[in-house]
């Protein structure tokens, strides 16, 4: 097992740090002012524990975990801040856990999760991110659980690509504050979304939308608001 502590990786012309083995811990860390992500989980690597680390003024995501073949990571207690792309971008990626991260001031999504399945996205903060709070697109059985959002492009969107659809995903206990635009999203593009539940969230809308609560394309998915 290889354990990467209290290190610094900042002002490279690519990835900050780039994991391709398994089992790899990352704690405490510091990826700054990179040319492309700030931790990269590429599509080989297993079994990464990744705690408290931060992830600030990179070209790229934040944090990226990518590739198909890219499973089982924990993600825990870290920061994303004011990076270009996303502040953590699940592509691919399966079965991982995402608990207690926040994402802050990022230039596109707070939370990313797309073509990726089984990953538990529970107890994060995202906030002022330029994109959605939490995006799931043409991904199944994801479990958003207890976020917050606040004052981001959208709240919570889940999503088709025109090519896959989104299946069984569940958000519950969120709560969607002051965003700019839509609270909770289902949008069709193509492809209906089906049986993706939402239900005991809670919606703050911003006092420049007050009517923009629940934008729902999709007939086929169960919404319970209590």
């Known amino acids: 097992q290889v354990n990467v502590s209290a290190s610094t990786a900042s002002g490279n012309s690519s990835y900050g740090f780039y994991i391709v083995s398994d089992g790899v811990s990352l704690t405490s860390n510091l990826a700054s002012g990179n040319g492309a992500a700030g931790f990269t989980l590429e ?11 931060v992830a600030t003024a990179n070209t790229d995501d934040g944090f990226f975990l990518n590739g198909i073949g890219n499973q089982f990571h924990t993600l825990t207690s870290n920061t994303s801040t004011g990076n270009s792309g996303h502040g953590y971008f699940l592509n691919g990626s399966y079965a991982n ?11 596109n999504g707070g939370i990313y999760v797309f073509a990726a399945d089984n ?29 917050v959002a606040r004052n981001n492009g959208t709240g919570f969107t889940v999503q088709d690509n025109g090519a896959t659809a989104s299946f069984d995903n569940y958000l519950a206990s969120n709560t969607s504050d002051s965003n700019i635009g839509w609270a909770f999203r289902n949008l069709y593009n193509g492809l209906a979304s089906a049986r993706d539940t939402f239900t005991k969230n809670v919606i703050l809308t911003s006092s420049t939308r007050p009517d923009s609560g629940v934008l729902n394309d999709v007939t086929a998915n169960r919404f319970s608001f209590e």
């Open 43 to 53: 599509n080989i690597s297993s079994s990464a524990v990744v705690t408290s680390n």
């Open 97 to 107: 856990i995402v608990d207690s991260n926040t994402a802050t001031g990022n230039g």
């Open 119 to 147: 990953n538990v996205v529970i107890s994060n903060t995202v906030t002022s991110n330029v994109g959605d709070g939490v995006f799931v697109g043409s991904s199944s059985g994801n479990r958003v659980i207890s976020n």
